[in-house]
């Protein structure tokens, strides 16, 4: 489903199927603005999505000011040596341009989708999905404060205060 990018609207690209089902298991809640919301297909690597995110949606966020994107990403449980200093999120966040890093939100598991699943119990990652979203309509922390995915808090408290006036009812 495409966006109306005249309003007030998050793009949400992720890394892999996994995190594509998540992330369309949160336009499951009903409490969802679901049109103002867009999954994109997946990117095929955490390396992908940033190179997917500059080459073709920066553009399209300088071109449409009220767009905001979600990097959905995996974390894989490790830092990367990047010149000894950078671990992977910040070496993403410095790849967003100064002007856009408001607007761009990396989120994701410690590890990944399927060790996030099988730690939760969950029965799919649509309903990972759907269980984020409850929080985030509630303004609780059961999902988000598990051990895989509380690293996230303080990007979604800033994500959720830039998206939930027009995301939730």
Known sequence: MSVNRHQPNLLVLPEDKANRQIANGFLLELSLNSRAIQVLQFA????????????????IMRKYPQTMIALLIDFDDHKLNFSGYEDRLNYIKGQIPDDLKEKVFILGSRTSPEKLKTAMNSKSFEAIGESLAKDCAKNTNETWGHDLLKHNGKEIRRMISSVKPFLFY
Do not use: K
């Not at 997917?52 to 949606?57: G, K, S």
């Open 44 to 59: 095929g690597g955490w390396g992908d999505v940033v190179q997917e995110f500059l080459h073709d949606y920066v553009p």
